[in-house]
């Protein structure tokens, strides 16, 4: 695809110089959100079902509550307006790789658009269990490009922190699939016509995941971490690394550990 | 909805192939030369009966049956669309028309880096694609209605498409824009979804199964409407590298102070996105799809140097757009 910019338009031809100059400012002005455009601060958890990801987030969560943060949770796939179409279409297992993807993007855009850019306007701490990592891995996994899926979700502000929870394959199916919940036909990947098990289906899907999350944790700076670590060492690690991000005289004050049950 | 299933049997089929290597189908340039060589009509003002409702006559049609029975059958290849086209209105000679297609690969937008559908790089296509474009109340409809059946006659089987009219996202789109609260990035992305979905469901198994699909308006609407309401343009070209280059794009351009007489004498009101009431632009509904129609307009102007966009005079009857429309694509189908 070539940039906007590449060619002189033809309504460029026409308003002259002046017009050129002016749909180039109004492409300027277009630019995506960066990180320092905002007071708030976006902090988010990767990793696959069963990685312990979300109880630690609701941690985090308390600890900036306890300690008087303005907080925001928001979690993938949740927004009202989008789900009862994406669930119309999953219940006829008629969504293809790329329309699975753009569902799930109209559903982050909605969210994004609507509450997480807002809200770090508002100078609150976003928490976003999940966020544009999750699409990069699973709809890569379905077969999307890679690149273009970048391109789709360009306009997502850059998270001040990205925690990532690596946790063994197996450790991560023991927890979730000890039970024998039933398993959902996209969650298990079975679009994918992996294996005819879809519990074996659902592990084959997840390991390839695992793959997408480690080939991209270097180039977009995820905090790793071991999720088999006790839940409580693994919530003081991240609870330093997010003291760093607020104010100077607030740092001090700042409890590490939420006494008793908040 | 068992030719829903059907067609989606073949796509999940092609689903199985997503983890093969990653390879690009790439667009490689420049589609044929057309020259607008509408000759000027002789009839009076052409009654203009476009057809708003985002009905799905079309989609639930006889010929949409046979598509999917055509899908069910097999794969798609140049001489599957003679059998699947036989059946149809089409006519006694379409079959040998429909076949004498040539198969060929299809081209994707997008560059050497991304686009196109992955999954979908090993295919073949017999059919062609054809865009009519242009703004509300242009005539798009009433032309895509009067080329459909001088297709058919001439033994064509022929598609239908337009946008919203997905099965699983068309009427959620229709559902959210009564939702006012609803994001400018939010909706774009909605579109892009119901148009991926029609086309890999709908326009790439007719095009596999030989047919003319003639498409409602396509991915130029769509990212027209996006600049408009502030998107970047790159973000837009980006977003749609996954879809297929048309084989002929037609847009009838309309002056808005034309058009506008247009829709009151089809309804006596405005429809409130097609006048961009939700930019902002004025508080007089006249005024703002004036300016807005101008907009858009302007867009299609930029649009029409990228994507090798026909522009045909829409202010002309009917008749008069529709006598060079068929003489440009029968031509073109015939050396096809």
Same mark, same amino acid.
């Given at each position: 695809m070539m940039s906007a910019s590449s060619r002189p338009s033809a309504a460029d031809g026409e308003h002259g110089a002046a017009g050129q100059a002016g749909a180039k400012k109004a492409e300027a002005a277009r630019r995506r959100p960066r990180r320092g455009d905002v007071p708030g601060k976006l902090i988010v958890v990767e990793g696959i079902d069963g990685s312990g990801k979300s109880t630690q987030l609701l941690l985090l969560e308390k600890w900036l509550r306890y300690n008087m943060f303005e907080v925001f949770r928001t979690e993938w796939n949740s927004s009202d307006i989008v789900r009862s179409i994406t669930s119309k279409g999953k219940k006829k297992e008629a969504l293809t790789p790329t329309t699975f993807s753009l569902l799930h993007a109209t559903d982050f855009a909605d969210r994004f658009e609507r509450h997480i850019l807002p809200l770090l306007h508002a100078g609150y701490f976003v928490l976003a269990d999940r966020y544009v990592y999750t699409a990069y891995a699973r709809d890569v996994t379905r077969g999307c490009d890679p690149a273009w899926i970048r391109k789709v979700y360009d306009f997502a502000i850059k998270p001040d922190i990205t925690f990532y929870f690596r946790v063994p394959l197996d450790t991560a199916m023991d927890r979730i699939l000890s039970g024998r919940p039933k398993l959902k036909f996209y969650e298990a990947? /079975?679009?994918?016509?992996l294996s005819k098990d879809l519990y074996e289906s659902f592990r084959i899907f997840q390991h390839?995941?695992?793959?997408?999350?480690? /080939?991209?944790?270097?180039?977009e700076s995820f905090v790793v971490m071991d999720a088999t670590m006790p839940i409580h060492e693994q919530q003081m690690i991240m609870r330093s690394k997010v003291r760093k991000l607020l104010p100077k005289k607030l740092k001090k004050k700042t409890v590490l550990e939420v006494p008793g049950h908040v | 909805m068992g030719d829903f299933a059907s067609v989606r049997d073949a796509s999940g089929a092609v689903v199985a192939e997503a983890h093969a290597a990653y390879g690009r189908v790439m667009h490689d340039g420049a589609g044929e030369d057309y020259e607008d060589d509408d000759a000027p009509g002789d009839s009076g003002a052409g009654d203009i009966t476009e057809e708003y409702s985002d009905s799905h006559a079309y989609y639930d049609s006889d010929i949409y049956r046979q598509l999917a029975v055509a899908e069910d059958a097999g794969t798609a290849g140049g001489s599957r669309g003679a059998g699947a086209g036989g059946g149809a209105d089409a006519g006694g000679g379409s079959s040998s028309n429909v076949g004498g297609m040539k198969s060929r690969k299809p081209k994707w937008y997008g560059t050497k880096k991304f686009g196109g559908l992955h999954y979908l790089r090993d295919i073949e296509i017999a059919g062609r694609l054809i865009v009519i474009e242009g703004p509300d109340a242009s005539g798009r409809s009433t032309q895509i209605e009067l080329l459909t059946t001088q297709l058919e006659a001439e033994g064509y089987a022929v598609l239908n498409t337009g946008l919203t009219r997905s099965e699983i996202i068309g009427q959620g +789109?229709?559902?959210?824009?009564r939702n006012i609260s609803l994001g400018v990035r939010t909706l774009a992305m909605f579109y892009a979804a119901d148009f991926a979905d029609q086309l890999e469901h709908k326009i790439i198994p007719a095009l596999q199964a030989g047919y003319v699909v003639?498409?409602?308006?396509? +991915?130029?609407?769509l990212m027209a409407r996006n600049t408009v309401r502030g998107i970047r343009r790159s973000w837009s070209g980006n977003l749609y590298s996954f879809a297929l280059?048309?084989?002929?794009t037609f847009y009838l351009d309309v002056d808005p102070y034309v058009l506008v007489h247009r829709v009151f004498a089809k309804r006596q009101s405005l429809d409130y996105y097609e006048s961009g009431a939700d930019m902002g632009i004025s508080k007089n509904m006249y005024d703002s799809f004036i300016k807005y129609q101008q907009r858009l307009a302007r867009e299609f102007g930029i649009l029409e140097q990228k994507y090798d966009l026909n522009i045909i005079n829409g202010n002309r009857p009917t008749d008069a757009i529709n006598a060079g429309l068929k003489k440009q694509i029968l031509r073109y189908l015939s050396k096809a």
């Open positions: 990947g /079975a679009d994918l016509n390839r995941i695992v793959e997408q999350y480690e /080939a991209m944790h270097k180039r | +789109i229709l559902e959210a824009k003639l498409a409602d308006r396509y +991915i130029y609407t280059v048309p084989d002929m």
